[in-house]
């Protein structure tokens, strides 16, 4: 058995009784980083043993953990923060395991996205998810010119280093529309910011941005 488990974005309360229920239950716990999941698992007194499974080892442990789901062990994947799968590993493991018929069990909870969306002020009925943009710039650029015509709000996630230049390539290509930016969402520094895209670019100049961004921008009007 397979569990995809929810651990929190950063307030470590928010983790769910039946995630610790599956965690002090598992014969192992396979963790993105293991050392921000000892943190949880210290907190809640869970002593299960733990591997590590991230996007440069994925392939390799994925075949060792899907031997040990079929010898008939139970595993909890769990990212660093969140859910995993939503741009953490998760996906491979997930997919081998269903292949050859073990049972994949969702333990749902935090999720950075969700919790973002629901304080943002912009329509929720619709909306994509993109992740990380592309890094090169021409490749980055054509996406942003291809999201500026959809009619759905747009949801990103973003470093600290590329915030300023991500917002000055949406004032270029999408215009000016209203934008909410969450940043160290449940943590001591948690800010959710709200304004137009060159209200927002103001508010980082004169700040050094910290923290991973969710940056969620409003749809286009004229679709």
């Known amino acids: 058995m397979l569990y995809v488990v929810a651990t929190p974005i950063g307030n470590l309360e928010d983790i769910t009784l039946r995630a610790l229920k599956v965690l002090k239950e598992v014969d192992l716990i396979a963790a993105e980083d293991t050392r921000e999941t000892r943190k949880l698992l210290f907190k809640y007194n869970v002593k299960r043993p733990l591997i590590s499974y991230y996007r440069d080892n994925e392939r390799e442990r994925a075949n060792k953990l899907l031997k040990l789901l079929k010898e008939g062990k139970k595993i909890a994947l769990v990212s660093d923060r969140g859910t995993p799968g939503i741009s953490d590993p998760a996906y491979l493991l997930v997919k081998l395991a269903r292949e050859v018929g073990i049972p994949v069990v969702p333990i749902p909870g935090a999720c950075g996205i969700v919790a973002a969306l629901s304080v943002c002020g912009l329509p929720t009925t619709n909306f994509t998810f993109l992740g990380f943009l592309p890094r090169k710039r021409g490749k980055r650029?054509?996406?942003?010119?291809?999201?500026?015509?959809?009619?759905?709000?747009?949801?990103?996630?973003?470093?600290?280093?590329?915030?300023?230049?991500?917002?000055?390539?949406?004032?270029?290509?999408?215009?000016?529309?209203?934008?909410?930016?969450?940043?160290?969402?449940?943590?001591?520094?948690?800010?959710?910011?709200?304004?137009?895209?060159?209200?927002?670019?103001?508010?980082?100049?004169?700040?050094?941005?910290?923290?991973?961004?969710?940056?969620i921008v409003e749809k286009c009007l004229d679709s």
């Open 141 to 215: 650029r054509k996406l942003l010119e291809e999201l500026s015509r959809r009619s759905e709000t747009l949801v990103f996630y973003e470093s600290p280093y590329r915030i300023l230049s991500l917002l000055k390539e949406l004032r270029e290509i999408f215009g000016e529309r209203r934008v909410t930016i969450c940043r160290e969402l449940t943590k001591k520094f948690e800010e959710v910011i709200c304004g137009s895209i060159s209200e927002l670019s103001d508010i980082f100049q004169e700040k050094r941005p910290r923290g991973e961004f969710i940056i």
